[in-house]
């Protein structure tokens, strides 16, 4: 089984690893992601093979900065300058045109390159150990929940990994945004922490258009595909004027194990659930998500993992309210979950 560990001295251990075309996951500020070389054509396919992740989906490469970047972009703009100065290290993705050394692998054959320095000292330092670029998807098998410690990816993948580098639970708890530089204006691929409102003082206006592709087709970036970040657990996400409904479905299925996600303190509402949940003896959990986007990012793959560590069948999730600030969750909650029948 991949050995976690938390000694700065490993690294040298995971540069080793790396370089022998082998697999290591690490953790970065958003999530812990499965590293290869990226110029590596069999070690990327190791990442593919481990997740069994169509090869549709291009993967990002991390840098430790962009003194390193420029050199496997193909072309390094005036704009990705001044994004990389402005949110480098950082959950930024840049994607630029493909410099050779990246392997096609590496980007699902296409002629662009996602290159991101991820804001986590551990990470920092197996990059500048490395010296060049490492392509790292989250490390969880494909379209399941992505992992935000190093336990997630023990029980996720196991002896998939060589390695695992141990550096705590990530700050952030949601994937990079993605923005793709080769498009006039750039537009955003993927929707993270920092949003359209944050880039524009940098670059002007930035489009973010709402994407999914079909897990067939390639994609243009990572999170694109319309299933996504998924648990296990039947999950159906809702607006608050649903609730009735749900709780009236709820008691007439007092067998099933549930769980109710909400946002924000909502005694009343928990009451009646709570109340609605008496009977067999199976797992029902009633919790209150932070009522802030980025205290609920922090939280939100570790509690979906948990409520399938609890074997609950069916979770509800309120989806949070419209909104630039909620952007990111709304897509990732998006694609994890399906509407209330």
């Not at 169509?54 to 900065?65: F, Q």
């Not at 670029?133 to 196991?158: D, I, Q």
């Not at 932070?290 to 205290?295: E, H, K, V």
């Amino acid at each position: 089984m991949g050995r976690a560990v938390d000694d700065m001295t490993d690294i040298e251990r995971a540069v080793s690893i790396l370089r022998a075309g082998g697999l290591v996951a690490f953790p970065t500020e958003t999530v812990y992601g499965l590293g290869a070389d990226a110029t590596n054509a069999a070690a990327v396919g190791k990442i593919y093979a481990a997740k069994g992740r169509p090869s549709t989906n291009p993967l990002i490469a991390h840098v430790a900065d962009a003194a390193v970047a420029r050199r496997y972009a193909a072309e390094w703009p005036d704009a990705a300058e001044a994004l990389a100065r402005a949110f480098w290290p950082g959950p930024l993705t840049l994607v630029l045109p493909r410099g050779g050394a990246i392997v096609p692998e590496a980007a699902a054959g296409g002629k662009t390159v996602a290159l991101r320095a991820p804001d986590h000292p551990l990470a920092l330092a197996l990059l500048r150990a490395f010296d060049g670029p490492v392509a790292a998807p989250s490390a969880n098998r494909s379209t399941r929940v992505s992992p935000t410690t190093a336990r997630h990816v023990r029980e996720e993948l196991g002896d998939a990994v060589d390695l695992i580098l141990d550096g705590g639970p990530c700050a952030v708890g949601i994937e990079s945004t993605v923005l793709d530089l080769t498009t006039a204006p750039p537009r955003i691929l993927r929707p993270g922490a920092v949003t359209a409102a944050h880039l524009a003082p940098v670059i002007g206006r930035v489009d973010a258009p709402d994407i999914a592709t079909a897990i067939e087709a390639r994609a243009t970036s990572p999170g694109q595909h319309a299933v996504h970040y998924a648990p296990r657990a039947a999950a159906h996400r809702f607006d608050a004027a649903d609730l009735p409904r749900i709780l009236a479905h709820l008691k007439l299925h007092a067998d099933r194990a549930w769980a109710l996600l909400l946002l924000g303190h909502r005694e009343g509402v928990a009451r009646a659930f709570a109340a609605a949940g008496r009977g067999p003896d199976v797992p029902r959990v009633i919790m209150e998500m932070p009522a802030t986007p980025d205290a609920y990012a922090q939280r939100l793959y570790a509690t979906l993992r948990d409520l399938d560590r609890r074997n609950v069948e069916t979770i509800y999730v309120e989806f949070p309210p419209a909104g630039p600030e909620w952007a990111a969750l709304r897509d990732r909650l998006r694609r994890a979950t399906t509407p209330l029948p």
